[in-house]
T-cell receptor
Framework: IAGITQAPTSQILAAGRRMTLRCTQD?????MYWYRQDLGLGLRLIHY???????GKGEVPDGYSVSRANTDDFPLTLASAVPSQTSVYFC????????????FGEGSRLTVL | ELKVEQNPLFLSMQEGKNYTIYCNYS?????LYWYRQDPGKSLESLFV?????AVKQEGRLMASLDTKARLSTLHITAAVHDLSATYFC???????????FGKGTHLIIQP
């Protein structure tokens, strides 16, 4: 059972380039989330989706966009990457919208130069 | 808005000792989670605490919840090196979707 698969696991990117981080889950969970993890700041929510076809903004949404065309996939796009977006990005899912246990992918380490 | 604060943020301790990590949260939280993260790895769920007075135990780790004090604790008994990791508490509610995480406690257990 894969759970949540993220790709790529690591990427170095020039500033100004467009980048999409992919996230796929096989648990049929309704809710999906993107967090970024930065040293000393913990995990901060970027965007979320409570069900296919809907998305919402989290704590730090600027510079990021998401889509949820179906239940399984929740890609995160950086339209024009900046160095402050250097981070580790975690995709997560939950069976329930509010307060449910989160299951995390393995993370995508992104470096923007 | 739910805010979650952990302390300490960094802890170095010796094997065999006991210690407690504290997690305070600012508003009513529907439930409280503890997660573990090993270096370079993902987050693994340890405990979910659903109600006031809830206590969960797994091996040398015990988590508790006091909703009146808005406080959860993670107690480590007779620490061993394998428990070295970063521990996060996370709460739900306060108008936010998903979970709101504390900054994490980086725990190093030395022989």
């Amino acid at each position: 059972i894969a759970g949540i698969t993220q790709a790529p696991t690591s990427q170095i990117l020039a500033a100004g380039r467009r980048m999409t981080l992919r996230c796929t889950q096989d648990m049929r969970h309704n809710a999906m989330y993107w967090y970024r993890q930065d040293l000393g700041l913990g995990l901060r929510l970027i965007h979320y989706s409570n069900t296919a076809g809907t998305t919402g903004k989290g704590e730090v949404p600027d510079g990021y966009s998401v889509s949820r065309a179906n239940t399984d996939d929740f890609p995160l796009t950086l339209a024009s990457a900046v160095p402050s977006q250097t981070s580790v990005y975690f995709c997560a899912s939950s069976a329930t919208r509010s307060g449910g246990e989160l299951f995390f992918g393995e993370g995508s380490r992104l470096t923007v130069l | 808005e739910l805010k979650v604060e952990q302390n300490p943020l960094f802890l170095s301790m010796q094997e065999g000792k006991n210690y407690t990590i504290y997690c305070n949260y600012s508003t009513t939280s529907d439930r409280l989670y503890w997660y573990r993260q090993d270096p370079g790895k993902s987050l693994e769920s340890l405990f979910v605490l659903l109600s006031n007075g809830a206590v969960k135990q797994e091996g040398r780790l015990m988590a508790s919840l006091d909703t009146k004090a808005r406080l959860s604790t993670l107690h480590i008994t007779a620490a061993v090196h394998d428990l070295s990791a970063t521990y996060f508490c996370a709460g739900s509610g306060g108008g936010a979707d998903g979970l709101t995480f504390g900054k994490g406690t980086h725990l190093i257990i030395q022989p």
